[in-house]
């Protein structure tokens, strides 16, 4: 076995050789690579040297951006399959001699009276390791530092992505800010994209709490003696976690609280010099006003959030503020101005923005934005067509937007009383409608507007879909 241990650690270096060589061949760096695949400079350095690991789809990524036409997958396949029959054959050994000792025990207890073990483990693994941690920790540094030390390893639970030994720079600077240095803060961010992306998919209430769990960990480090040279940085980083927590907080119903983080993200990324960070969250404060119903202040935000963003060269910020500026005209019932702002998003998305805050804008999110607008401006026609050009060209991974533009379908279809087609498409809808309550309330609408047809065959089937997912009654039948 110790052989066979060490080559796959030979091969594990093998593939992470090639992945290097590939990189380097493609013309990409550590740090371009790593922001590609959400891991720090030092995250990719391990990978390339076989010492740490990637997922089959990061590989997939990596395999294509590097122009290696395979050949990293089929390595990686190769080498996750020979692990595979490595701890198979492993495992078999340990039953074998957990079955021999378990009879060998059944033995010797015939001669002992029965006693109660002091420690009643089921033979977890991570469990036994965790008490023999613990008992060195002890040995080592005492009880009560023991206890600190875990304590500050607990505050590190909301950032993931890094290995044990980022993880241990990071309590070290929890427990003395003073060692803040500028890759933990890289390292910070790339836990927030993470996460980020995560939401991405599984929506906003499976990583709200992580992100309250990094931006409390940034404002500690800040507030804890942060060397200078890096307040600009981290405090830059304190405002786009405060303007995520914000949107995640619209998409839960907070709406207040949600105004509170974008507050706070426009003056700290004012503070910290960084313009782009003030305009994401001027962006977002719009977003929210809107969703409270609060014409002016949904129209002055957007127009601050279009200032802001004009002075940085980030086009899907951009794009994001003008989106935010339909957004308010169509509160506002203006049509013309709508259009002219969806149109200058679109235009403004020709152009990409590598490391953007508002990296979740495209052409799908826009269209989903402006058919959205044109119900609410009454043409439910223009509605219907813009938001199936949206679904038609919608990233898939980006899961609860979809969803979104999908409701939003369904509601301009019921606008324009084709209600066959409606309950279609908000049946296939309700799936996801549990990702945010934003999107059960926008289907609670939607479905609302059906109540004229309640006992119509259509309706019912869509009733019955919706129970499926535990989202009936969502309104009550017509009296």
């Known amino acids: 076995m110790a052989v066979e241990q060490a080559r796959l650690q030979a091969a594990r270096r093998e593939l992470g050789e090639q992945l290097a060589w590939y990189r380097q061949a493609a013309g990409i760096t550590q740090p371009q690579l790593g922001q590609i695949l959400c891991r720090t400079r030092t995250m ?71 006693a109660r073990p002091q420690w009643a483990w089921d033979g977890d693994e991570h469990a036994e390791e965790l008490v023999a941690v613990v008992t060195k920790l002890i040995r080592l540094i005492g009880r009560r530092k023991a206890l600190q030390v875990a304590g500050v390893t607990l505050a590190t639970m909301g950032v993931s992505g890094l290995d044990t030994d980022e993880h241990t720079r990071l309590a070290l600077a929890v427990a003395a800010p003073g060692r803040v240095d500028a890759q933990l803060v890289e390292n910070l961010a790339v836990s927030l994209a993470q996460a980020k992306r995560l939401e991405d998919k599984l929506g906003p209430g499976e990583v709200l709490d992580t992100v309250v769990a990094q931006h409390g960990l940034v404002r500690r480090l800040l507030a804890g003696g942060t060397p200078p040279r890096l307040h600009q940085s981290l405090g830059a980083l304190d405002s786009h976690m405060a303007s995520t927590i914000g949107c995640y907080l619209v998409d839960m119903g907070h709406l207040d609280e949600a105004r509170r983080h974008f507050e706070h993200a426009r003056k700290t990324g004012h503070d910290a010099g960084h313009t782009a960070y003030a305009a994401y969250a001027a962006a977002n404060a719009s977003f929210a006003a809107y969703w409270r119903g609060d014409t002016p202040t949904a129209l002055d935000t957007a127009a601050a959030a279009r200032s802001l963003a004009a002075r940085t060269d980030d086009t899907q910020l951009k794009a994001l503020a003008e989106l935010r500026a339909a957004d308010a005209y169509a509160l506002d019932g203006q049509y013309g101005p709508c259009m002219a702002a969806s149109g200058r998003a679109q235009q403004l998305l020709a152009t990409g923005a590598p490391g953007s805050p508002a990296y979740w804008v495209h052409e799908g999110r826009i269209g989903s934005h402006l058919s959205r607008c044109l119900s609410l401006l009454g043409r439910p026609q223009e509605a219907v067509d813009t938001a199936r050009t949206a679904l038609a060209g919608y990233d898939r991974n980006y899961v609860s937007g979809h969803a979104h533009c999908t409701v939003r379908l369904g509601h301009a279809l019921v606008l324009s009383r084709e209600i066959d087609e409606a309950t279609r498409v908000l049946g296939d809808a309700a799936a996801s409608a549990n990702l945010s309550p934003r999107l059960t309330g926008e289907l609670h609408a939607a479905r609302t507007l059906l109540r004229p047809w309640n006992t119509t065959p259509a309706v019912t089937t869509l009733d019955a879909r919706l129970e499926a997912h535990g989202l009936a009654p969502l309104t009550s039948p017509r009296t």
């Open 44 to 114: 990719l350095s391990k990978i390339e040297h076989g010492t740490r690991s990637m997922t089959a789809s990061d590989w997939r990524i990596a395999d294509d951006r590097c122009n290696a036409r395979g050949a990293l997958i089929a390595e990686h396949a190769a080498l996750v399959e020979a692990e595979r029959d490595y701890r198979d054959r492993c495992r078999t050994q340990r039953r074998q001699a957990q079955q021999a000792a378990a009879h060998a025990e059944i033995a010797a207890a015939r001669t002992r009276p029965a």
